[in-house]
């Protein structure tokens, strides 16, 4: 059983940043993170590949979050600066062992595990 855990959540005031952690139990061909406000539908954030660190972002994140594989194998995190209120939601690493490229890794179907969530909470 692959197993993901988070860390790294938290309350931030907005325009403050926030660094989120995830570990795999496995080597995963991509991860991801997705996140939920409530109400709301789950929603692509960003992605990243194990193999070559190709990364996509969605749109309403871009130049504000940055991807990146860890130091330790079959980790990654994500770097989120100048945080908007509209950022508060759960977040949840993903990870996937099928091979995706640009908007195809946005996709959440694709994703085989998930994590639990970590609560991020951008005060106004």
């Known amino acids: 059983q692959v197993q993901l855990v988070e860390s790294g959540g938290g309350l931030v005031q907005t325009g403050g940043s926030l660094r989120l952690s995830c570990a795999a139990s496995?080597?995963?061909?991509?991860m991801g993170w997705f996140r939920q406000a409530p109400g709301k539908e789950r929603e692509f954030v960003a992605t990243?590949?194990?193999?070559?660190?190709?990364?996509y972002y969605a749109d309403s994140v871009k130049g504000r979050f940055t991807i990146s594989r860890g130091n330790a194998q079959n980790t990654m995190s994500l770097q989120m600066n100048s945080l908007k209120p509209e950022g508060t939601a759960v977040y949840y690493c993903a990870a996937t062992w099928s091979f995706c490229s640009g908007y195809m890794c946005s996709n959440s179907a694709i994703y085989n595990h998930w994590g639990q969530g970590t609560q991020v909470t951008v005060s106004s």
């Open positions: 990243i590949r194990s193999n070559d660190g190709n990364t």
């Open positions: 496995e080597r995963a061909m991509a």
